[in-house]
């Protein structure tokens, strides 16, 4: 079981990805955007932060960027419906960050957390 942080500003995905998280047994703390998400990973260490990139604020790109620097061992789950962002994701370097095309199945964003923390 692993402690997440997950952000995505849409509400629908996010209850969607929290259930496929609950469901492998990892406690899950919601966010809203990227500013919410940066609080609570500042007040609680996390294992793994599942966010959504192109959120209003704080992006998930520079999320992962101030979160890693904060706690360096966390692993990072970038998620966007769109390509470019994807690939602006995957200039993060390091095995701890993985990226994931949405829409994303229940059994995708399970096996992309289980592979992040091994």
């Given at each position: 079981m692993a402690r997440i942080v997950l952000a995505?500003?849409?509400?629908?995905t996010r209850a969607f990805i929290e259930r496929a998280l609950k469901q492998d047994g990892h406690a899950v703390t919601l966010a809203q955007d990227g500013v919410e998400a940066f609080e609570r990973l500042?007040?609680?260490?996390?294992?793994?932060?599942?966010?959504d990139i192109e959120m209003p604020g704080l992006d998930g790109i520079e999320l992962a960027k101030r979160a890693l620097t904060q706690?360096?061992?966390l692993?990072?789950?970038l998620m966007s419906g769109y390509a470019e962002e994807l690939e602006r994701?995957?200039?993060?370097?390091g095995a701890q960050v993985a990226t994931l095309a949405k829409p994303a199945s229940l059994d995708a964003?399970?096996?992309?957390?289980?592979?992040?923390?091994?």
């Open positions: 995505d500003d849409d509400a629908t500042s007040q609680t260490p996390a294992d793994v932060l599942v966010s706690q360096p061992e692993k990072v789950l994701a995957r200039g993060l370097s964003v399970k096996a992309a957390v289980r592979a992040l923390i091994g």
